[in-house]
């Protein structure tokens, strides 16, 4: 079992840039494919960005696509996401989440483990 710590939400302007990290403990990450998803209030929790174990395939919800960025450190035990040219639709909490599918993945239910969120608001 793994557990998962989001950091590097915040408030930042349209336009601007955050990075979120994902620190794993209790296994290792390079046993799992790796996503990020963002939810809002009243809404269904979204797929943002998913990578598989070695890194080498990325998946990117149209929505982000040519912004976001989904990397790992397997040294570090960590999962980044850079996320640029923010909007204001880019608000939500965002949570780290690992899947023990050897493919990359985007649904929900194809997630094990689950961080508890970072808060990103991007004001207008």
């Known amino acids: 079992q793994v557990q998962l710590v989001e950091s590097g939400g915040g408030l930042v302007q349209a336009g601007g840039s955050l990075k979120l990290s994902c620190a794993a403990s209790?296994?290792?990450?390079?046993?799992?494919?790796m996503g990020w998803f963002r939810q809002v209030p009243g809404k269904a929790r979204e797929f943002v960005a998913s990578?598989?174990?070695?890194?080498?395939?990325?998946y990117y919800a149209d929505s982000v696509k040519g912004r976001f960025t989904i990397s790992r450190d397997n040294a570090k035990n960590t999962v980044y996401l850079q996320m640029n040219s923010l909007e204001p639709e880019d608000t939500a909490v965002y949570y780290c989440?690992?899947?023990?599918?050897?493919?990359?993945?985007?649904?929900?239910?194809?997630?094990?483990?689950w961080g508890q969120g970072t808060q990103v608001t991007v004001s207008s």
């Open positions: 989440a690992a899947s023990q599918s050897v493919v990359v993945v985007k649904q929900v239910y194809e997630f094990d483990y």
């Open positions: 209790g296994r290792t990450v390079t046993s799992y494919t």
């Open positions: 990578i598989t174990r070695s890194g080498g395939t990325t």
